[in-house]
């Protein structure tokens, strides 16, 4: 008499989906590998000390998983909030007071501290046990790119409550690049791009006027950030963690003496 | 955070945080010593004769562990009771720790020590003295959670991730010695490293998507926990009248505006981070070293690793807790149990080169500018520029010329002469000026600190400052 289970397993439903059994034998185990798109991420078979955590930490994996984690909290945060001078901070403070769940900022925000501090001992890690050297040199590069996009999601991020701290932070921050050098309106070289008398550079031209939409931290620069933060900089982070996924199995998974 | 809370109030939260705190370092060695006894790694080290019975007691690791639980456990009782006079440290520590540390100090003190730290890493990666300093960590942040104005500091929910960054920090760098110690010997005694026992292949379902499901669920329930004990904060709405002081970037940042005490901004925030991230770049370029590829070494690459870590732990990481926990209103220098003043204001008698070589060395007036108007206008800012590069901030034009361009070829030839055979022209100039820009930021410190050195070259006509 077939159980339930085995009713649902052998059904055409279950089958389209699921087109093996489940991996509880060698064989399985080996096949789930090559068939399922999740785990076509890994290897099928791997070196037993590629896997200790004393050697990986494992905080590359650690940092993906709070990558999913701010992306599933943000989508559903973004529901709450709209980014404008006008609702910003009320829309915070509802999800503060008011709105079930509003634990999804806390989460979002120590899982943003979390991810920048997990990408810094994963880069840690990878430097001490030397897997930058050939033939992972370019993806060491890809990585350092990751770090960038990391720390930039972060510091847009920082600016979306809109309170004293956001703003001013981002004040701070931005400030810097009114320096830049030649292309910053208080930097050296500022005078070098002066077309027939023209200053090209000015405070509302210049690298931070790119950056922040305006001359000053206001409306433009929360639209912009908010931009950034949710659509731009995630797209560059999935574009460059699928390069770097790759060329880890391409490089010949992870790294271990010759 | 507690400012409208009086002081018995303030305990109050102190204690009820405390208590849990002792008894989870309680456990924290209870689980060591559990861990010790169940993987038969139980070791005496030493015997103490017990009376009237000619027998002897063995004190074993595991002994010592389950003590310093124990007092941990009378420290979260006297703690959680409010008895905090008992689980702080005493006034006259606090004060002198707090008159004791400055910039100085404090960037000099984590220098020497992680030099030390790294000359004798062998003693310092045993387990039992990694395992006496980590208590000693934890129980030095909980005896200083007393203190009002360690706590507003430490205890604010935007900090606890610096806070966690350390501890963090100091396990992983153990962590990453201790292999690194035992894979040394293993090398010097002729055996493969550590990483070479365990070849064998593994099939990865089940044996690494199980260790990831568990750290997937663990992590989360981390975020969790965390995210209901700590509430994300929220000021005031934003005002731009108002100014916060003191004004600090989002704390990965610190350490970029630490260095625009040294530095303008246009080095301290474009040309340095743009130089770490080019230089992190470059690294795999630059490493020629074959060794210690996919293993954990020091000895086999003391080069590359000391560049890292003074660059990483050193230069990066203290700067950051230097920013986050020490710098106050008007980035003024606060000890760890110093109250926040904002009226606290230290006079600024910092002098450019060009002041003392001048001024105060031959005794003559600064040159001026000349007017260059014989100069066609397109050009005649540029000769300004360079009139007083190398007119009024002559000495420091000298200094900085020689120290990027002189310096580079003299390394080649007689600091690293095999580096310059192995790399080539190209990648050793890479090399050779990368340092030189990491170094730049210590050397800028020190003329700071000992010469009151403001600018080795100040042209603010051209917002050129260095």
Redesign the interface.
């Known amino acids: 008499m077939p159980g339930l289970g085995d009713i649902i397993r052998e059904s055409q439903i279950w089958k389209s989906i699921f087109r093996h059994p489940m991996?509880v034998d060698?064989r399985n185990?080996?096949v789930?590998?090559l068939t399922n798109f999740f785990?076509h991420l890994?290897?099928?078979?791997?070196?037993?000390?590629g896997?200790?955590?004393?050697?990986t930490?494992?905080m590359g994996?650690?940092t993906f998983?709070?990558f999913l984690?701010e992306t599933v909290t943000g989508v559903l945060l973004m529901f709450y909030y709209r980014p404008t001078v006008e609702w910003a901070?009320t829309d915070?403070?509802m999800l503060?007071d008011v709105h079930s769940l509003g634990?999804m900022?806390?989460?979002h925000?120590?899982?943003a501290?979390?991810m920048?501090?997990t990408v810094?001992?994963h880069m840690?890690?990878v430097?001490?046990?030397?897997?930058?050297?050939?033939p992972?040199?370019?993806n060491?590069?890809v990585g350092?790119f990751l770090?960038?996009l990391t720390?930039l999601l972060?510091?847009t991020g920082?600016l979306l409550?809109?309170?004293?701290?956001?703003?001013?932070?981002i004040?701070?921050?931005s400030?810097?690049?009114?320096?830049?050098?030649i292309l910053?309106h208080?930097?050296?070289?500022?005078?070098l791009l002066?077309l027939g008398g023209v200053d090209m550079i000015t405070n509302a031209s210049d690298a931070r006027f790119a950056l922040l939409g305006a001359r000053?931290v206001g409306e433009e620069t929360l639209n912009r950030f908010y931009i950034l933060h949710c659509i731009a900089i995630p797209l560059g982070v999935a574009l460059l963690l699928a390069i770097h996924f790759w060329r880890v199995r391409k490089d010949g998974g992870i790294?271990?003496?010759? | 955070m507690t400012h409208g809370l009086t002081d018995s109030q303030f305990l109050e939260i102190v204690a009820s945080f405390l208590g849990p705190y002792y008894i989870a370092l309680a456990m924290m060695n209870g689980l060591a010593a559990l861990y010790l006894w169940r993987t038969g790694q139980l070791c005496t080290w030493f015997s103490l004769p017990i009376p009237l019975t000619g027998k002897r007691f063995e004190v074993t690791n595991a002994f010592v562990w389950l003590l310093v639980g124990s007092a941990f456990v009378l420290l979260a009782a006297f703690a959680g009771g409010g008895m905090t006079s008992w689980t702080s440290l005493p006034e006259s520590w606090r004060e002198a720790i707090n008159k004791g540390t400055g910039p100085v100090v404090y960037s000099a003190g984590t220098s020497i020590a992680l030099v030390i730290l790294y000359f004798t890493r062998s003693f310092f990666v045993k387990p039992a003295v990694a395992w006496t300093i980590w208590n000693l960590m934890w129980l030095f942040l909980g005896l200083s959670m007393t203190d009002r104005d360690f706590y507003e500091i430490v205890a604010k929910p935007d900090n606890v991730p610096i806070v966690m960054l350390v501890f963090l920090l100091a396990f992983f760098t153990w962590l990453a010695t201790y292999r690194a110690v035992e894979n040394d010997k293993r090398i010097e005694n002729g055996e493969p490293p550590l990483e070479k026992l365990d070849d064998e292949k593994v099939l990865v379902w089940p044996d690494l998507v199980y260790t990831e499901l568990i750290c997937m669920i663990a992590l989360t329930a981390l975020l969790i926990f965390w995210a209901i004990a700590l509430r994300a904060p929220l000021e005031e709405a934003a005002s731009s009248v108002k100014t916060p002081n003191p004004s600090k970037a989002p704390w990965y940042f610190l350490g970029l505006q630490e260095m625009l005490v040294y530095y303008d901004p246009w080095m301290a925030g474009v040309v340095l981070p743009s130089m770490i991230v080019g230089g992190l770049m470059a690294i795999p370029y630059l490493d020629f070293n074959k060794k210690g590829n996919g293993y954990y070494t020091i000895k086999e690459r003391t080069f590359s690793y000391s560049i890292f870590q003074f660059g990483f732990l050193e230069m990066w990481v203290t700067l950051i807790v230097l920013g986050t926990l020490l710098r106050g209103p008007n980035w003024e220098f606060f000890g760890p149990y110093d109250h926040w003043d904002a009226h606290k204001v230290s006079a600024l008698n910092n002098v450019n080169l060009s002041e003392y070589v001048w001024a105060r060395g031959l005794n003559i007036a600064l040159p001026g500018t000349p007017e260059l108007l014989w100069m066609p206008d397109l050009l005649r800012p540029f000769g300004q520029f360079l009139s007083i590069l190398f007119g009024r901030e002559l000495p420091g034009t000298l200094l900085v010329l020689g120290y990027f361009i002189a310096l580079p070829p003299i390394l080649a030839v007689f600091v690293m002469p095999g580096f310059y055979k192995r790399m080539g022209f190209i990648r050793f100039m890479v090399l050779a000026n990368l340092l030189l820009f990491m170094a730049s930021l210590p050397i800028k410190m020190v003329l700071r600190w000992v010469f009151n050195l403001k600018y080795l070259i100040a042209i603010p006509e051209y917002f050129f400052n260095f």
């Open positions: 991996p060698r185990r080996i789930v590998m785990l890994h290897p099928v078979s791997i070196k037993k000390q896997i200790a955590l004393s050697y930490w494992c994996g650690v998983f709070l984690v901070y915070i403070q503060r634990i900022r806390e989460i925000r120590w899982g501290h979390a920048v501090i810094w001992l840690y890690r430097f001490l046990t030397g897997s930058y050297k050939p992972r040199e370019f060491w590069v350092v770090l960038l720390l972060s510091f920082y409550p809109w309170d004293q701290l956001a703003v001013w932070a004040t701070v921050g400030n810097m690049a009114r320096a830049t050098p910053g208080e930097g050296p070289g500022q005078q002066t000053e790294s271990g003496p010759l």
